[in-house]
């Protein structure tokens, strides 16, 4: 999400992952507890933590420790998050769309934001459910316990006009039928290249930068048969 005047996109490293695609029986029941309304909780609850406490603030509070943010190279986001001033007043954004894994816990949300000096623009953030402490050993995969969302990517640019907004979210989640195995790729020749995958493996995403530090991100959900791509962004190389 384009957040400030210099334009940084947010993102994450990959998520690391076990498949659980194997475990077909245990996904038909995972899909009656993932709830995309979740990761809309997660998404306003950062808006606002944002406008109480500050956009850095809630950033640095919200993001996963290994979170990644691109200034336009890439940084990591806590190290450069950490002890930077806080913007007088902070971006607004609203989420339009939410998708989610067919465990629950992974999710993705995309909408439009606003910065004071009117410019706007959208974003696309990844969330992933992280628990806290030690988890029963005999969980099934659905399970979620305790713990808290945290974003894992975060990214967006800049638009000429504002996104509408729709009259309700639009809400997806990912078939639990089938085996899904996302495609591997090599990055293209000089670029940096980053593919995370929720735990079922039934989402998943890539982000690709260029060496003029162009980008794109993609996200794909599992249909029961193949992957759909949902969101394909494309961020332009940096004015030099």
């Not at 988890?135 to 000429?160: C, F, I, K, N």
């Amino acid at each position: 999400m384009t957040r400030t005047k210099y334009l940084p996109a947010l993102f994450a490293t990959t998520l690391l992952v076990s498949g659980c695609a194997s475990q077909r029986p245990e996904m038909r029941a995972m899909s009656q507890s993932a709830n995309p309304s979740a990761v809309i909780a997660a998404e306003i609850a950062f808006n606002r933590l944002a406008q109480e406490k500050g956009q850095w603030t809630a950033f640095r509070e919200t993001a996963a420790k290994d979170a990644v943010m691109f200034v336009p190279e890439a940084v990591v986001a806590q190290a450069w998050l950490k002890g930077r001033a806080d913007p007088a007043k902070a971006v607004t954004w609203q989420p339009h769309k939410a998708f989610m894994s067919c465990d629950g816990k992974t999710g993705v949300t995309a909408g439009a934001w606003q910065r004071p000096d009117g410019a706007v623009g959208y974003f696309t953030t990844v969330w992933q459910w992280q628990p806290k402490g030690a988890q029963p050993a005999d969980a099934p995969p659905s399970y979620m316990g305790d713990g808290e969302w945290r974003w894992v990517v975060d990214h967006g640019d800049a638009l000429t006009a504002p996104r509408a907004a729709p009259e309700l979210i639009e809400t997806r989640v990912a078939s639990c039928k089938g085996q899904p195995n996302a495609p591997l790729s090599a990055p293209p020749m000089g670029a940096k290249m980053k593919m995370g995958l929720s735990r079922d493996q039934s989402l998943n995403f890539t982000w690709i930068v260029q060496s003029d530090n162009s980008r794109t991100v993609t996200v794909r959900l599992w249909n029961g048969e193949a992957f759909e791509t949902v969101i394909a962004d494309a961020v332009a190389a940096p004015a030099a």
